[in-house]
């Protein structure tokens, strides 16, 4: 399987309920490294953003207003199959779907509130990494 990047978000609900650690942990037990990272609180503009594709969706706003709700930490890992895996970790979309063990199940709240975002897809990968890290800050291991 190719080595991939991936964009991970852990949403302002797990930021507020300090397991960062207990994330990042997940990622690196299942052979994911934390190439970037940065701790920053979106503005409305840049999580409008990020969401564009979804602007047409009757939860945009409140899904922007809940990101832009506390800081949150972003960052970008690598791995084989990197985009999957993290999806897999992730667990479903609503934590009440998301299988047991994943991250959604364990720490996320509401379908709002879901504790985590990774890219979807190599193409959404290249964007949304794009849109956060300049390429000169990640580095290669
Ligand atoms: N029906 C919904 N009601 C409220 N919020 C929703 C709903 N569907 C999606 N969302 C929110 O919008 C985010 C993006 O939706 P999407 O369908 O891309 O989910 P996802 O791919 O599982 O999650 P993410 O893109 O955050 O990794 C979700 O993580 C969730 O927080």
Known sequence: MAVERTLSIIKPDAVAKN???????????????????????????????????????????????????????????????????????????DPKKAAPGTIRADFAESIDANAVHGSDAPETAAVEIAYYFPALNIYSR
């Open 19 to 93: 397991v960062i650690g207990k994330i990042y942990s997940r990622f690196e037990m299942n052979g994911l490294k934390i190439v970037a990272a940065r701790m920053t609180h979106l503005s409305r503009i840049e999580a409008e953003g990020f969401y564009a594709v979804h602007k047409e969706r009757p939860f945009f706003k409140d899904l922007v207003d809940f990101m832009i709700s506390g800081p949150v930490m972003i960052q970008v890992l690598e791995g084989e199959g990197a985009i999957a895996k993290n999806r897999d970790l992730m667990g479903a979309t």
